[in-house]
């Protein structure tokens, strides 16, 4: 089957150009340029489907490094199971997600890997991949690292919280920082002293402060601050390189421009939330309804000014890449688990649907440029876990994964409008984009068009990574 989109702007990390992009089967073989007869005079006519998109942009599929899809977390799980989350994803323009294993502390990382294959294999709409959490650092998951590698999960998340469910210590890390230095994966850290978190959560609840927001009163930015640096430290002592996920203090990110400056390999994500909600909006909202933004890292204070200092740093290139950390839970007996006490919220915000708009819409406000979104949202997270080249750019021979956006189109995100994700409830009601995902392309199936899903339970493959392409 070959498709052409025809009269588009294709937009990559460099510039925009106008272009018709010919897709041969499930791979793009040609961008052409206006009047370019090279390839025959008649490319439409002999197209079996085009795609017109004229006034609108071409850009590669959302690459979305950082969700939690049926996720066991809190009592709970997350709500969204990898067919309902990656159909979802699709919706938004997201054509590849990078999801996470769970390894439970004392299983073995194999069986968890198996698991989460069985999970997600004839399920997918789109293409998936794989990081591996290590819930316990020991010789058996050290040795599990360099095995993993060869089957194409290539980075390893650690977490400085949850003491007593995934929380390593400083020696764990720094020997799995260590393994990862000599089989070239990826450090991915949770940074946060979770064992002073865990005595501001009690001695909160004891003084009967069990709301949403003291949620984030308990876990400030000086903890999420101090993680990065000393997880920095280790990864310079260790020589390895290391990817921060979720970054919200403006402080922490301070830390790691510093770093950057003097050289390092350490990289920053941040998430949509970050950017847009905060402790005093969200998580302070009447009753129990800042629930809904429970997360961690925690939304912080806009008086304080961090998400402005996220924005600046995601100009700076500080930051590298803007992730959903998609981890729904309804409130409806998930969320709910924690009346009366913030402490027993499932931590987690649903967005994988929303992210490349949300993103679009700091082009439209001054924010990014255009180049610079795409860059966030496809072809950064594609080099860095691995998967440039197939994803994350619209060139011959890579994978047809392509959205057609339009500038001129409009977005209403919110319940009963767009929302594919299964939560009972959108972190983001009520938000207004100006733009519109109009086509979405998997492998050179047409998943979304017309305002219509066409896409299929199982087309989605598990993609094996290579090595973080981002190093130096
Ligand atoms: O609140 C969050 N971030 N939930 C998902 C798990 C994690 O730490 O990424
Ligand atoms: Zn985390
Ligand atoms: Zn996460």
């Known amino acids: 089957m070959t498709t052409l989109i025809r009269g588009g702007t294709v937009v990559s990390t460099t510039g925009r150009t106008k272009a018709d992009v010919l897709i041969d089967g499930e791979r793009i073989v040609a961008l052409v340029a206006p009047g370019d007869t090279s390839l025959g005079a008649d490319l439409a006519g002999s197209a079996e489907v085009v795609i017109e998109a004229e006034g609108k942009y071409v850009i590669p599929g959302g690459v979305d490094g950082h969700t939690h899809m049926e996720m066991p977390f809190g009592g709970t799980q997350a709500s969204d199971t990898f067919e309902t989350g990656t159909r979802a994803a699709a919706w938004g323009g997201t054509t590849t997600i990078v999801d996470f294993v ?30 591996q959490i290590l819930g316990g650092v020991d010789e058996d998951s050290l040795k599990a690292m360099d095995e993993l590698v060869g089957e194409g999960i290539t980075s390893f998340k650690l977490f400085m919280a949850y003491p007593g469910v995934f929380y390593s210590d400083d020696g764990q890390i720094l020997r799995a920082m260590q393994r990862a230095s000599d ?68 402080q922490a990110v301070a830390t790691l421009a510093a770093a950057r400056g003097e050289g390092l390999n350490v990289f920053g994500e941040t998430c949509p939330q970050y950017l847009y909600l905060s402790l005093e909006e969200q998580l302070g909202a009447p009753g129990f309804e800042g629930a809904k ?45 924690g009346l009366g006490d913030f402490s027993k919220i499932p931590n987690g915000i649903g967005s994988v649907e929303h992210r490349l708009d949300l993103l679009y819409q700091g082009v439209v406000d001054g924010k990014i440029s255009l180049e610079r979104w795409v860059e966030l949202c496809s072809t950064t997270p594609a080099r860095m876990f691995g998967l440039y080249g197939r994803k994350g750019v619209i060139a011959p021979g890579a994978d047809a994964d392509v959205v057609v956006y339009d500038p001129h189109g409009h977005t209403s995100i919110g319940v009963g409008k767009t929302h594919h994700m299964n939560m009972d409830y959108s972190a983001w009601e009520g938000f207004e984009i100006e733009g519109k995902v109009d086509t979405v392309l998997s492998r050179g199936s047409v998943v979304i068009s017309d305002g219509d899903y066409h896409g299929t339970k199982g087309h989605g493959k598990f993609l094996r990574r290579e090595l973080c392409q981002n190093l130096i």
């Open 102 to 131: 769970v390894q439970k502390t004392g299983e073995r990382v194999q069986d968890s890997l198996a698991t989460w294959h069985d999970k997600a294999a004839g399920d997918c709409a789109i293409d998936y991949g794989f990081h």
């Open 293 to 337: 933004w429970v997360c961690s890292t925690p939304l912080r204070s806009r008086a304080e000014g961090h998400q402005d200092e996220i924005w600046r740093h995601l100009r700076t290139g500080d930051l590298s890449v803007v992730s959903t950390d998609h981890c729904p839970f309804c409130m409806k007996e998930q969320k709910e688990l």
């Open 183 to 250: 089989n070239g994966s990826l450090i991915m850290m949770h940074a946060e002293n979770g064992t002073a978190i865990d005595v501001l959560v009690a001695q909160a609840l004891a003084r009967g402060e069990t709301d949403p927001i003291d949620h984030g009163r308990t876990r400030p930015w000086e903890t999420e601050e101090e993680a990065t640096h000393r997880a920095i430290m280790l990864a310079r002592i260790a020589g390895a390189p290391l990817y921060i996920v979720h970054m919200s203090a403006k």
